[in-house]
T-cell receptor
Framework: GDSVTQMEGPVTLSEEAFLTINCTYT??????LFWYVQYPGEGLQLLLK?????DKGSNKGFEATYRKETTSFHLEKGSVQVSDSAVYFC?????????????FGGGTRVLVKP | DSGVTQTPKHLITATGQRVTLRCSPR?????VYWYQQSLDQGLQFLIQ???????AKGNILERFSAQQFPDLHSELNLSSLELGDSALYFC????????????FGAGSRLTVL
């Protein structure tokens, strides 16, 4: 079945450091890939997405490229801020006749210190 | 505010009891999803409804049931509660049944004592 594996946290960084969170997936068919972010006490928010191979999703300084050959969708940000402290979830969605299920990775907690 | 409203925000109950969680989707969204987030299982998909009909089923226990009403709000019923049912329950909505981005609510935190 479909699955998503992402690096375990917590990841602790200093402000302005470079952030990478690795995500790999297993899926049948041609999934869409997503990064969601969960700030403390809140629900998940879509951060970025990519719907086909070699697409790059970007938002708020975050980027991720859909790599079909390595089945990966790593999240990167060049200079993190304290406000980026959150839990980040990689997810995939496949079009199935039955519905629109998203499969999530385990989440990676990121803590940015001033 | 995502536009997806979940009530209650927090709920504390005892083992063996039954609770109902409510979700109002974002205006214009026809599809509702329920997810369970627990420390040991992560985010697990429970069930999806589209315009009142069940569309996809995930790891939903037989003690749990859900429905979507004509006004498109949804309820998740959890019965014969066990300690292990303590979790955050998220509702999400989307416009269509397939291929769309999900908008999540803030969640309902259930604690079973």
């Amino acid at each position: 079945g479909d699955s998503v594996t992402q690096m375990e946290g917590p990841v602790t960084l200093s402000e302005e450091a470079f952030l990478t969170i690795n995500c790999t997936y297993t899926a049948t068919g041609y999934p869409s890939l997503f990064w969601y972010v969960q700030y403390p006490g809140e629900g998940l928010q879509l951060l970025l997405k990519a719907t086909k191979a070699d697409d790059k999703g970007s938002n708020k300084g975050f980027e991720a490229t859909y790599r079909k050959e390595t089945t990966s969708f790593h999240l990167e940000k060049g200079s993190v801020q304290v406000s980026d402290s959150a839990v980040y979830f990689c997810a995939l969605g496949t079009l199935k006749a039955a519905g629109n299920k998203l499969t999530f990775g385990g989440g990676t907690r990121v803590l940015v210190k001033p | 505010d995502s536009g997806v409203t979940q009530t209650p925000k927090h709920l504390i109950t005892a083992t063996g009891q039954r609770v109902t969680l409510r979700c109002s989707p974002r205006s214009g969204d026809l599809s509702v999803y329920w997810y369970q987030q627990s420390l040991d299982q992560g985010l697990q998909f429970l069930i999806q409804y589209y315009n009142g009909e069940e569309r996809a089923k995930g790891n939903i226990l037989e003690r749990f049931s859900a429905q979507q009403f004509p006004d498109l709000h949804s309820e998740l019923n959890l019965s014969s509660l066990e300690l292990g049912d303590s979790a955050l329950y998220f509702c999400a909505s989307s416009v269509a049944a397939q291929g769309n981005v999900l908008t999540f609510g803030a969640g309902s935190r259930l604690t079973v004592l």
